[in-house]
């Protein structure tokens, strides 16, 4: 991992990253808060060639006309598949890939407080949405981003994935799945560095954000900063845009700081 920021690595002059090729391709997975502000910011780009979104619901009615939209699960492997090689039929290279799905929280699961609330099932589905995506995308999206151009897979972590982090416990589905979704995603950096040189693979850190996700959780008391998505967003954007040329595996919250695995 590297020490230095990505916002003091690289100077206004040398913007050299997917966000700066002449044109991009992108493709946001999840429309959710951060996932709908991401899109929101990269339409507002004007060297953006295409972006497609991939969502578990209908096609949201307030969408982009521009956007193509694609249905998939995460709990399906199959449609994460499929998706992909829908965009495969309308695009050669992906330059951005960004992984926005996750679950802390659902209708049949909370958040666990205590060892006793801790069930297989919600191991299990809290797994499959925050870890297991991320390399099933990897290996669809693979022939997608293996091209000469600078591009990025950027997925969605949690600081209270790093292990180094745990200093409150708690909330053990999703502090395990994130730290099994960074693994996953560090050990897919090493991998592609010598597959997929053009890549950089990051997770990130949106902060904490006003979302469907987190809003039950923060309380009115909560002391510290809460973003909105479209902060995060930009934010996240500038973090992206501030990656060296190949560097890969790190971690980085939304102000370009490392965080411990
Ligand atoms: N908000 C925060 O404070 C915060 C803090 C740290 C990390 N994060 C991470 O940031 C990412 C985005 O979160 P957010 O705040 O934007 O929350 P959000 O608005 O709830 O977005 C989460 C997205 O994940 C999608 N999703 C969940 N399960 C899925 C499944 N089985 N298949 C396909 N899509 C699925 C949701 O789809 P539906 O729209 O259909 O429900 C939604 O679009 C997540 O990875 C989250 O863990 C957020």
């Known amino acids: 991992m590297l020490a230095t920021p990505p ?22 997975v999840g429309n959710g808060a951060i996932g709908g502000a991401l899109l929101e910011c990269l339409l507002a780009n004007p ?9 578990r619901r209908r096609r949201p009615a ?43 929280h659902s209708t049949e699961q909370q958040p666990e407080k205590r060892l006793r609330d801790v069930s297989a099932k919600s191991l299990q589905q809290s ?5 297991v995506l991320l390399p099933l995308l990897a290996q ?4 997608l981003m293996r091209h000469a151009d600078p591009a990025v897979l950027a997925s969605l972590s949690a600081r209270v994935g790093s292990i180094a982090d745990n200093r409150l416990g708690g909330w053990y589905s999703y502090r395990a799945s ?24 990051v997770a990130l850190h949106p902060g904490t954000v006003e979302s469907p996700l987190s809003s039950p959780f923060i309380s009115t008391t909560y002391g510290k900063r809460v973003l909105s998505a479209k902060e995060s967003a930009s934010a996240l954007l500038a973090v992206i845009e501030g990656l060296r040329p190949g ?5 980085y919250d ?5 965080i411990p695995w």
């Not at 060297?47 to 969502?55: E, I, T």
């Not at 797994?127 to 870890?131: D, K, P, S, V």
């Not at 693994?183 to 053009?198: F, V």
Request: aromatic letters at 6%.
């Open 7 to 28: 916002e003091q690595s690289r100077s206004a002059q040398d913007k050299t990253g997917c966000l700066h090729l002449p044109a991009f391709n992108a493709v946001i």
């Open 47 to 55: 060297r953006l060639n295409r972006v497609m979104v991939l969502g």
């Open 62 to 104: 307030d969408i982009d006309a521009s956007v193509d939209y694609l249905r998939f699960d995460a709990l399906d492997p199959n449609s994460i598949s499929s998706a992909a090689a829908k965009v495969h039929q309308q695009l050669d290279h992906v330059h951005l890939l960004i992984n926005t799905v996750g679950m802390l």
């Open 127 to 131: 797994f499959m949405t925050n870890a």
């Open 140 to 143: 669809s999206f693979s022939p």
């Open 178 to 201: 994130k730290a099994a979704h960074n693994m996953l995603l560090q050990t897919l950096s090493r991998e592609w560095s010598l597959s997929h040189r053009n890549v950089s693979v």
């Open 247 to 251: 560097e890969t595996g790190a971690f």
């Open 254 to 258: 939304w102000q370009g700081h490392s």
